[in-house]
Nanobody
Framework: QVQLVESGGGLVQPWGSLRLSCAAS????????MGWHRQAPGKTREMVAT???????NYANSVKGRFTISRGPANNTVYLEMNSLKPEDTAVYYC??????????????WGKGTLVTVST
């Protein structure tokens, strides 16, 4: 069984910073692309940032220059450094990863999400 567990969410003031972490565990054969998505109240889930196995990154226009995605040295973790946070960044942030499990094929897995609230 494969699991993704996020951490690092919380309440932060506008222009503040937060760092989200996500760790993959379980019977994993290989981890390919990893990423972060978010869903604000009343809105659909949207891509925030993705990172490939060779380090190529992709960002939503709304977060370019403020957020940075990176992978840990063991390649089973992904981070999202968020700076200059705005109230409109408030959302539940979900980690995703394209994983080939040991006992099954390749599929996209999701974490349960971590809430980020940007407010005074």
């Amino acid at each position: 069984q494969v699991q993704l567990v996020e951490s690092g969410g919380g309440l932060v003031q506008p222009w503040g910073s937060l760092r989200l972490s996500c760790a993959a565990s379980g019977r994993i054969f290989a981890i390919y692309a990893m990423g972060w998505h978010r869903q604000a109240p009343g809105k659909t889930r949207e891509m925030v940032a993705t990172v490939s196995t060779n380090g190529n990154t992709n960002y939503a226009n709304s977060v370019k220059g403020r957020f940075t995605i990176s992978r840990g040295p063991a390649n089973n973790t992904v981070y999202l450094e968020m700076n200059s946070l705005k109230p409109e960044d408030t959302a539940v942030y979900y980690c995703s990863a394209l994983i080939r499990a040991q006992s099954s094929g390749t599929e996209n897995y999701w974490g349960k999400g971590t809430l980020v609230t940007v407010s005074t």
